[in-house]
């Protein structure tokens, strides 16, 4: 079965620091994954695609196969990172999305 | 152009009642997706819209869901009888190209409260 687990609720760091979103899948097939972020008052929207491998805002993530992850990082956080992040997993009509992790960049 | 839309933004209900929520996808999507979000849970899909084709009904939990898209355009996801654990955030999503699953737009969401 589909499953995305993130298993961060809250996460904090400071301005400046790394940070690293975790994300974990269960899916036999070929994976599809993406990270949505939803800043506050705004809506929902994709951040960025495994396919891609780009960098967007300075956020990257890899997929890992052998251990099934796919974890969001960036190296040195904003203020304006802060927000709710969720990772998902391509289905045959649908995104799978883990419960989200928020992240609150500290000043 | 307009994102998606949903209305109402807010909705009361009293347990028992039926509600309707409202979406309008970005024009020319043909893909229309539902999800709700219950508190401190992810997105769990409800139903999907492919241009003409029947729609899969997988997510829907129980048959007091039904969903349906005039024209192939506009939605409108309705509970009949609403219980208290239907409260949660209805969110609308589109998507422009068929098979472009992973790319979707997302409407405000309508957050649905059951007395």
């Known amino acids: 079965a589909q499953r995305v687990t993130q298993p961060e609720k809250l996460l904090s760091v400071f301005k400046g620091a790394p940070v690293e979103l975790k994300c974990n899948y269960s899916y036999s097939g070929s994976p599809e994954l993406f990270w949505y972020v939803q800043y506050s008052r705004q809506r929902l929207q994709l951040l960025l695609r495994?396919?891609s491998r780009e960098s967007i805002k300075g956020f990257t993530a890899d997929l890992n196969k052998g251990e099934t992850s796919f974890h969001l990082k960036k190296p040195f956080a904003q203020e304006e990172d802060s927000a709710m992040y969720y990772c998902a997993l391509k289905g045959a009509n649908n995104l799978f999305f883990g419960t989200g992790t928020r992240l609150t960049v500290i000043p | 152009g307009a994102g998606v839309s949903q209305s109402p933004s807010n909705k009361v209900t009293e347990k028992g009642k039926d509600v309707e929520l409202r979406c309008d996808p970005i024009?020319?999507?043909?893909?229309l997706y539902w999800y709700r979000q219950s508190l401190g849970q992810g997105l769990e899909f409800l139903i999907y819209f492919q241009g003409n084709s029947a729609p899969d009904k997988s997510g829907l939990p129980s048959d007091r869901f039904s969903a349906e898209r005039t024209g192939g355009s506009v939605s409108t996801l309705t509970i009949q009888r609403t219980q208290q654990e239907d409260s949660a955030v209805y969110l609308c999503?589109?998507?422009?190209?068929?098979?472009?699953?992973?790319?979707?737009?997302f409407g405000p969401g309508t957050r649905l409260t059951v007395l």
């Open positions: 024009s020319g999507h043909t893909a």
């Open positions: 999503a589109s998507s422009s190209v068929a098979g472009e699953v992973g790319e979707q737009f």
């Open positions: 495994h396919i």
